[in-house]
């Protein structure tokens, strides 16, 4: 009874309460994904070609969570929640009941006006647990059709494209097709329950309905995704995503690693999802299952397809390929080299997880086969002297998680099959509302080798690598956010451009303040250590291993947006970068930009605009800032040299039906009078981007 009254009192004077809640807003223009987005390419440039997660943030925007049905991989999937908000969230559903409204997200600890502003277009209150079982014919014919239209090119020439220096290059350099990028995407999809669809991508430089691309576009991927039938949780055909653990042995979703919330290190996801992007390397092709009993679930996936892989070893008498030398993961087939990479090694996958699971314990099991038509060899550079060789391997396993009190820990440990380790060992701890903290240790062995992953770590796989990472969140005063982390991280064996083991550290620190529900603003410092090859003189030849010096690159950024009313927004922001290579002058970027978005709430079009100045030494120093982009695309470009960057985005929902985005950028720069290099030069110094994309809803 005691606890009935509390429940009542709490959604009473709740409701009663005059704090307002922002109503749901475009995700095109969210400034939480485009902080995480940002600092995700910051770590890595190939995520731009992976739009999943964006898909993801917008399946969710038109199908909002359900807080009273949420799983924790649902709420994790947002990527806008860390671990202890999550398991606060959970636990106050468990003790009180239903949530009965939005503004009872007020009393849960942790979810503070921020927060709850953040996942509000995400998120739902039904006021019921129950699930209404669809028919098959309600889910074919009552859901929601997109088709996607996309074209994108440089206005400018490219060398690859220029007859008269194609005439002067060899065959297997020049670009093959045409210059424009072309995305076609059509998908059915039934709330949460199905999906399924078609993507097809040609990039700029490939063939279209000509040569190697006689059928059309040069990738295409097709998905059957259901979920909640008869005994099967989910059910894949097709294209599909693997998602187990902390990613040591299948993670082929999107994976955030260290950045500004750095507190969201845990990987947690639905074991299988329908794969809609168009990165072309990291995903299964078959046919997977997940079913349930009682607390138990069976997770059983197969997958066969072909990959990219450079040629080691051809029989001329067959004019087979006996050997394949490395894979290749670009996704590029512009030139006949990269023709000549495409397809040529059947890769295929046999796997299954069998899980426990319950809101305070969990324990897994994995094992995945991997299986090559032709073995992987090559003269391997010392760095490279324990990659994988062969044909086949086999990864296992156990994940975990333990809720403790106020204490959430968490890992996964796998071997391969010469018993080779790799472990993540994490904890969460909530110390109320002022301050939480995590700590994330993990420990890969030089010689482990996993195909499909996405851990945590330094490296862009978990190998030859050990670190301890601590991370916190202080929130001293009302409005005010400390953010910070150190990670301390070693290699012991070589890697690439560096003759040695090494080690390095990495600290970041961001300090936001938000005075009102209008005002943001942030100051964001990083610093990085990391040991180096000795830059080579000019002339001079590498003989045997080069000495190691410590590197520091040291980022720093103000950040304030300004919400003028309900319909314009001003973002601005200055950068700074300094690398020290510990043997020469520190170099320098700079970058400074001013941003306006516009969406009036009586026209059906939204407007968004940026002007920016850069100055910046090097590819060392070079600075990356996040640019609004239309639906499903985004750019993070890394600027280098000096000049100025203007973009403007267009948006046109012509009907409920159609809409139409414009996106025109041109950088110039004044230092210089040919852009980048080879085919990708560009004489003059101006590259001017447009992408112009139509949707279609029925």
Known sequence: MKMYSRKHIIRLLLVLLPIGLFGQEDPENLEAFQLIIEALLEQNEQAQQDDTYLQRLYDIYEDP?????????????????TTPQIDQLLTYADRYGEIMSLYELQAV??????TIERILPFVMVTGRRTVVQPTIKQ??????????LRMQRVLQTKAGYREELQEDSTMASKYLGSQEKLYLRYRHKYKKRLSYGLTAEKDDGEEFFKGSNKNGFDFYSAHLFVRDVGPFEAIALGDYEVNIGQGLI?????????????????????????????????????????TRWKRWHLTAFASSRKIDAGIAEVDTLNNTIEAISSFYDSGFHRTLSDVAKKKTV????????????????????????????????????????????????LNYGFNYHYLWKNVHFFGETALDDKQSLATIQSAMINFDAPLQMGIVYRYYEKDFNSFSTGAFGENGAPSNESGTYISATLKPFHG????????????????FEIDGPSRGTDYFAQLTYRPSRRTETYLRFKNEVKEKNRRLEEGEEVDGARELYNTTLRRLRWHF??????????KSRIAFAWFDSGREEIEKGMMLYQDINYSPTNFPMTFSTRFGLFDVDSSDSRIYTYENDILYAFSVPGFQGVGSRFYFNTKYEINRHLSLWLRYAQTYYTDRDVISSGNEEIEGNRRSDVKVQMRLKF
């Not at 750095?262 to 329908?274: I, N, S, Y």
């Not at 299986?371 to 060789?389: K, V």
Request: glycine letters at 6%.
């Open 139 to 148: 889910m074919v014919f009552k859901g929601k059709n997109e088709l996607f």
């Open 250 to 290: 299948a993670w082929s979703g999107f994976a955030f690693s260290k950045g500004p919330y750095v507190l969201d290190v845990k990987r947690v996801a639905q074991p299988l999802k329908a794969y809609t992007s168009v990165n072309e390397a990291n995903f299964f092709r078959g046919a997977g299952a997940t």
């Open 480 to 495: 005010i956010t400390l953010d910070t982390y150190y990670d301390l991280f070693r290699h012991k064996f070589l890697r």
């Open 346 to 393: 059947q890769k295929s996958n046999f796997g299954g997880h069998l899980s426990y699971y319950s809101r305070k314990f969990s324990l897994g099991l994995t094992a995945m086969y991997t299986a090559l038509d032709q073995p992987l060899q090559s003269d391997l550079d010392p760095y490279q002297s324990f990659r994988f060789q062969g044909e086949q391997l």
């Open 65 to 81: 969570i359900d807080l009273n049905q949420a799983t924790e991989a649902e709420l994790r999937s947002l990527g806008l929640l």
């Open 109 to 114: 600890p942790l979810f503070d006006q921020q």
């Open 561 to 570: 947006q300004y919400k003028v009313n309900s319909e314009v927004t001003l």
